[in-house]
C-alpha cells in the first residue's frame, strides 16, 4: 500500500548536510507511524537514491539519509532505484523470558517492507522492512539470492544534529570496547562504537534522547559509526581478514539499524526491550539447566597481585584455595565459585600465546573432580572459564572435549575470554591457513554462534568476556546469559587511569541498553593497592552496593576477597539479599552521565530494590515509591552514603537505616560525591 506522495517535513538546519539531491525521482513515498502517533518515519527514493528520514512530534530526528549496499563484484543496491510497493502490518503482543530485567516483553510496533526496484541498469531489487515501537525506530535490508557476493560497504546514514552532545567509544582501536567514554557534541566524534547515545536540544527542555545501535547480529559485521562529515554518521562494518566486510551466500538479511528515541534519558533505559523484540523467539528450548544467581570467585586477588593465573607458589587456582571459597559461598548464599587460571596455558605470555591453552588439563594442583564433588556436597556450583586470547580456531579444536569435562563436573556456566589486540583474532581458513580477524567481524560473530550453540548441547550458558557486543540475540539463545563489552571493575584494580566516578553514570544509557553486563561490583576495599596508589576504586562503599541494582546481570558477582565481606557484614548483608533475577525493572530518573535511580521487583518475592548512584558531583535524589503495590506496607532497609562519606577523602562512611513506607511515600537520599544508595523493600 502506498502512501501519499507528499513533501518531506520541513527539516531543521543540520538536515541539509544529509546531501540528498534538490530533483527527486519519481517514486512512491511510503510512511510508518509508532502504536501512540509520535514517531514517523518516511522512505522513499530521490533522484534513484534509497533514503529515509525519522521525525518525532514533528521534530526531525534523523534527517534524510542514504540507505544502500555495495558490493566487490557484480551490481550494487544503492543508485538507480524506485520504491515501487510495499507491505504492512501491526503486532501486539506479548512474551515471556526464561530469565531478564523483566519475566514478561511487550512486543508492540506498526510495520512497513518497502521493495525497491532498480529503474535503470541491470534489474535488482530489495525490500527495507521497518518497524516503529513507541520507544524507537528499526530497519533491516532483506536481500534476494545474487549467489555468493562480497560485501564492501554498507551506506547506511544517520543525520543526526552535529550540535547534540554525545556519549561514546572509539571503535575500529586496540583495545575492543574497553575504552573510558569521551562526552562531547557529535561533530567532535569520529569513528565510535555502538550504543551510540546523543542528547538533542529542543529548546525549553533537554532532549529527546537517542541512542543508535544494532540487533540480531548473525553472520554479518559488527557496525561502527564513522562520522563523514558533520553529523552524518555512515555505518562502517568490522572487516574481515580479506579487507572484505562480508561474505554472503543467496539471501540474507542484515541486522537491524535501531535508533532509540526517549523524551529523558530514562526512557532510553526503560524502552530497551526494542533490541530483544527485534530478534527471533528462542530456537533452543529448554535451558533450565541455568538458573540466575550470584557467584565469587577467584579472580580479583590476581587483579591485586595477591595470586597468580599462571602456576607457581601464588598460584590462585589451586584445590585449597579453592574449598575456602566454596566455603565461604555456601556459608552466605553464593550460588557459584568462578576459578581463573585453573587450566594450562597460563604461564609465560599467555596474551600472546593463545595456541598453548588446554581446556580439558588441569593444572596439577587443580584437582577439578575433587572439587566439583566438594561443591556439590555443599550446594555449590563451580563457574568455568576458558581464557582463549581470541585464538578462536585453538579453541573450536578443543571445545567438545572442554564442554564435556564440564559436563562431567556439574558446571553449569562457563566464562569465556578473548583477550587480545582487536584485529589479533585468529583463525583458520577453510584450508587450513592461520588469518587474523577484527574481534568483532563476521568471522567472531559466526564463532560465538558456534560457542553458544555447542554449550547448549552440553547444559552449559555462556557469559562472553572481550566479546562482540549485545544485540538482543540471548532472546533466540538464552543460554547467552551475560557479557563484558566495556571498562569493568579490573581496570580499577590497574587502569591508567581507572574508571572515572561518571563511568558508571553513563553504562545504563550506553553499553547496558544493549543487555547484561557482568561488571564484577562489590569491592569493599577501595584502595587495594594503597592509598597513594592511583589505581583505586573512585567510589564510595554505598555506590559499590548500588550497583548491584543499576548494572543487570543474571550472573552477578561478589567480586572482592572474601575477608573483606568477613570485616563488613553489615553492608555485605544487602550483597546477600540482592537477586540476580526480576520480574519488572523501572529506571525512575536519571541523565547520562550525572545520575541513575533504578528499581527493580525480585522475581521470586514481593521485594523491590532500589540503587542510586551519582558520578563525582555530590546530589540528593528524591525517590517517589508509586511502584510499590497500593495499600501494602513496605520496610524499606537503606543503605546510603554516611553524612560525611567522600569518595576521595573518606569512601567508607555509610549509614543504614531502617523505615516503614507505602507508596505514597517519597524517599529523600543525600547521595556523596561518586556516591551511592541501596534500598531493599520487604512487602509485608
Partial sequence: MAGAAIACAAPQAFVAQAQAPDAVAPSEVFTVSSPDGRTRVEVTARDGQPVYSVERDGKTIVGVSKLGLRFAEGADLDRGFSAVSANRAVVDTQWSQPWGERTIVQDRHEEVSVRFASTSGPERAFTLRVRVFDEGVAFRYEVPDMGERALVDEITEFAVDPDAMSWWTPAGEFNRYEYIYKTTPVRDMYRVHTPFTLKMDSGETAGPYVAIHEAALIDYAGMWLDQRRAGILEAELAPRHDGVKVRVSGAFNTPWRVIQIGDTAADLVNGSDIYLNLNEPNTLGDVSYFTPGKYVGIWWGMHINKYTWGSGPKHGATTENTKQY???????????????????????????????????????????????DYAASRGVELIGHHETSANIANYEAQLEDAFELYRENGYSTVKTGYVADASDLVFHDDEGIRRYGWHDGQERVVHDLKVLKKAHEYGLAINAHEPVKDTGLRRTYPNAVSREGARGMEFNAWGTPPNPPEHTAILPFTRLLAGPMDFTPGIFDLMPNGEDDQNRVQTTLAKQLALYVVIYSPVQMAADLPENYEANPEPFQFIKDVPADWEQSIALDGEVGDFIVQARKDSNSDNWYVGALTDEEARTVSIPLGFLDKGRAYTAEIYRDGPDADWKTNPYAITLETRDVTASDIIEIPLATSGGAAIRLIAE
Avoid at 565461604?328 to 553464593?334: D, I, T
Fill in 326 to 372: 566454596i566455603d565461604f559461598a555456601a556459608e552466605n548464599g553464593f550460588s557459584g565459585v568462578l576459578v581463573e587460571g585453573w587450566n594450562i596455558g597460563w604461564d609465560g605470555d599467555w596474551f600472546s600465546n593463545g595456541d598453548l591453552f588446554r581446556f580439558a588439563e588441569p593444572y596439577p594442583d587443580f584437582d577439578i573432580e575433587a572439587l566439583s
